[in-house]
């Protein structure tokens, strides 16, 4: 039963940690690959018979590509509630160019949360491995 438990920890580690390096991989890619443009945040329009409480649920970031079009996004959440993104701010995105919705915005692109989740990941799985060879 240990072996059981052990393996389980250690695929949950592994599940885990992959997340946190695709997510890493992406940002990376993004920023190195993607091209960078300035965004606009931009306050929602607020559906028809939903009173404005002043306080959006979510900030709309509109951008430029190259060609003219203009892209109008939902802008990732902040970490802290005084780093929200105020409407009119300026902000910097890197998007790929042949996928423009696919977007990281700067200070927002949760590289702290991936590192954490590779973290527990490989915690986990050392624990698991630990369990499984350890205590059978």
Not at 108 to 132: N, S
């Amino acid at each position: 039963m240990p072996i059981a438990i052990g393996v389980w920890f250690a695929l949950a580690g592994a599940v885990a940690a992959v997340a946190g390096l695709s997510g890493l991989r992406r940002s990376r890619q993004l920023r190195r690959d993607g091209l960078s443009a300035w965004a606009v945040a931009v306050p929602p329009a607020v559906p028809a018979g939903e009173p404005s409480d002043g306080s959006p649920r979510r900030t709309l970031i509109q951008y430029s590509l190259p060609d003219g079009r203009v892209v109008e996004r939902i802008a990732p959440g902040p970490a802290r509630k005084a780093a929200a993104l105020r409407p009119g701010q300026q902000v910097l995105v890197w998007y790929d160019p042949e996928d423009p919705e696919d977007v990281i915005v700067y200070g927002r692109e949760g590289r702290t949360a991936d590192r954490v989740f590779v973290a527990v990941g490989v915690l986990f799985m050392l624990i698991g491995t630990g369990i499984a060879v350890c205590i059978s």
